[in-house]
């Protein structure tokens, strides 16, 4: 579980302001909210991807979008090499 034991996934989300469902426009601003909740362990993957009806791969890639966007993948490609 990744949010409190006293806490339910609905008041983690209302929480994090994260959006109720999956019928909304997807910006970037949203996507990334969603990337930060989950890596942030406020909301776990599965729920996530339950909630908003995401694929693991189109959750891959919001993530591939943040880190690009933050400058993350740039910095992670220089620590692997």
Known sequence: MAYPRNSTVSEAIKKAG???SHDIH???ARKAEVVHAVRDKLISFDEARWRYLLSQSEFRSWEQEVDKASG???RRRLEDA
């Open 72 to 74: 993350a993948h740039d």
């Open 18 to 20: 994260l959006p109720k």
């Open 26 to 28: 997807w910006s970037k």
